[in-house]
């Protein structure tokens, strides 16, 4: 009785697991933004992306809820948005976001809808 070898199974094992890793490791994790708002400020937080003299950190708005910001999400990129309102932080939906782009998938605007 002759016993296969193990070897061609090993080695699809670790090519399986090579590629699992790199696939992982391809996605960026998304990036984040803080918009300071004024408070009582309710409507749309209008941004002005990849402006290179503005903030990447923190934003903060006027009282119209219009910013800049150097963040420039790629097309392929997420991006996780908090609020700050006074003392209050929240997260804003996916939902709640549009960013506008160009045809070539450059950002033009970052628009994030507030709910009361």
Known sequence: M???SFVPRLLMVQ???IFLLLSCASTR???KLRVRVAPGFSG???LAPC??????DEISTDAQGVGDTAACPSADGALSIVVVQGDREYSAAAGDVTIR???DGIATSIEIRLRP
């Open 2 to 4: 002759t016993r296969s």
């Open 15 to 17: 090519l399986a697991a």
């Open 29 to 31: 994790p998304p990036q």
């Open 44 to 46: 749309t937080i209008r």
């Open 51 to 56: 402006d290179s003299k503005a903030s990447l």
């Open 101 to 103: 782009r160009t045809g």
